[in-house]
């Protein structure tokens, strides 16, 4: 299981200390959230500043996560894209024509992921499974960084898995939201393929405790 990091939680004059610490600490990735202050009641990241990170951590892999209304994608996702980033996920709910962007996302040579709230079924996936790289499944409210992990996340992780044998689709499994490390350890062993993590790391004097006891559990 690969380790992401949420920029979401790290105060911005502390930003480059903090990722510098969390790579050297055997984090994975980054995850930059996008939001719009509308889809979402917050705003971050914007291309800008997107472009600054990634220019800095050229060599770091990382995943857009637009959390935004479908009118701010269209208006926004050229500006982001220009990062190249490596994953780019959008909102099932958010948009009219899921398979549009699928094929918009899949053009600019990233991995393409469908995000979806902890409210929305998971069976609302299975016509888009096919064709997407990755489910990033939401384990709190989308929109900020330090709420508690949605028990029922586990329950749709053994489903996607169930539906992704049955169907014989190799798209991987991610999970966003109020992960800490006991959470972590046990989306491991359910076979999560990456996990987003965001004021757990963020705010701890030793992350690299953290990597460790998730990566050796």
Not at 18 to 40: A, E, P, R, T
Not at 91 to 107: C, G, R, Y
């Amino acid at each position: 299981m690969k380790i992401s990091v949420s920029l979401l939680s790290i105060p911005l004059f502390q930003l480059k200390e903090k990722i510098d610490i969390l790579l050297s600490s055997g984090i994975d990735c980054l995850h930059i959230d996008i939001m719009d202050g509308n889809y979402v009641p917050n705003l971050a990241y914007t291309p800008s500043w997107t472009k600054q990170i990634v220019k800095r951590y050229h060599e770091v892999k990382t995943g857009f996560h637009f959390m935004t209304s479908e009118r701010a994608l269209e208006n926004l996702f050229q500006d982001f894209q220009k990062c190249v980033p490596e994953r780019v996920s959008f909102h099932l709910e958010a948009v009219q024509d899921p398979n549009k962007w699928i094929s918009i996302i899949t053009t600019y040579k990233s991995k393409v992921g469908i995000a979806v709230c902890p409210e929305t079924p998971v069976d609302s996936l299975i016509p888009y499974l096919e064709n997407i790289s990755f489910v990033l499944l939401m384990s709190v409210k989308p929109g900020f960084g330090g709420q508690v992990f949605i028990e029922d996340t586990y329950h749709k992780i053994e489903k996607l898995i169930n539906i992704r044998k049955q169907m014989g689709h190799a798209f991987e499994i991610h999970v966003d939201g109020g992960v800490k490390t006991e959470n972590a350890v046990k989306l491991k062993k359910l076979g999560l393929d990456l996990v987003v993590i965001g004021s757990h790391l963020a705010t701890s004097e030793n992350p690299l405790q953290i990597i460790e006891a998730i990566k050796n559990r």
